[in-house]
């Protein structure tokens, strides 16, 4: 039996362009919706999260226990999920209204990062993409050996993703 490619879209012409299309948007939306997977019912995680584009990797924070880290332990397959909505267009029959759209969805394996260096290296870089005009030591204290501890960063090691948006003309 051959393998499905999930990331296979049904519209091809809705395709992002190209590879870095997907990387930038992911780079710019600000939240995204992970799917976990646990005897055969799924779960969302809705969270901030920063995209490390040179290794393709996906990192977000948690807390210490709970659902995501019981979840990623027992099955650590994911996918994970960014969009964002345009306008929305009326039309004279129901079934022609539409939106505008982009989205990009991403399969892989999560991991609960365990080096320190790693975890703080996450961390100031979510706090570098949301918070881009405060610097830690000048308008933060920065990040502490204690919010490392009581704190999980998850790393989604990216293996595929599609992209997809569709915009009308004005």
């Known amino acids: ?10 519209r091809a012409e809705y395709a992002m362009p190209d590879e ?7 780079s710019r939306a600000p939240y995204g919706y ?20 040179p290794h393709r990797r996906i990192y977000f924070h948690g807390a210490r ?4 880290l019981e979840n990623l332990q027992r099955n650590p397959r994911v996918c994970f999920s960014v969009a964002e909505i ?21 399969f ?5 990062v365990e080096a320190a260096e790693e975890k703080r290296a996450a961390l100031q870089a979510l706090l570098d993409k949301h918070f881009p005009g405060l610097r830690p030591g000048t308008d933060y204290q920065p990040i502490t050996e204690a919010e490392l501890t009581r704190t999980n960063v998850y790393a989604v090691e990216i293996d595929a993703w599609s992209g997809k948006e569709r915009w009308a003309p004005e």
């Open 20 to 26: 870095g299309a997907i990387a930038a948007f992911l």
């Open 1 to 10: 039996m051959q393998a499905r490619d999930w990331t296979q879209l049904r």
């Open 65 to 68: 226990t709970g659902r995501t």
């Open 34 to 53: 992970l799917a976990t997977s646990l005897d055969d019912q799924p779960f969302l995680h809705v969270s901030l999260f920063w995209f490390d584009a």
């Open 108 to 112: 892989g394996r999560a991991r609960l």
């Open 86 to 106: 345009g306008r929305l267009i009326p039309a004279a029959r129901a079934s022609d209204f539409e939106n505008e759209y982009a989205s990009v969805i991403a």
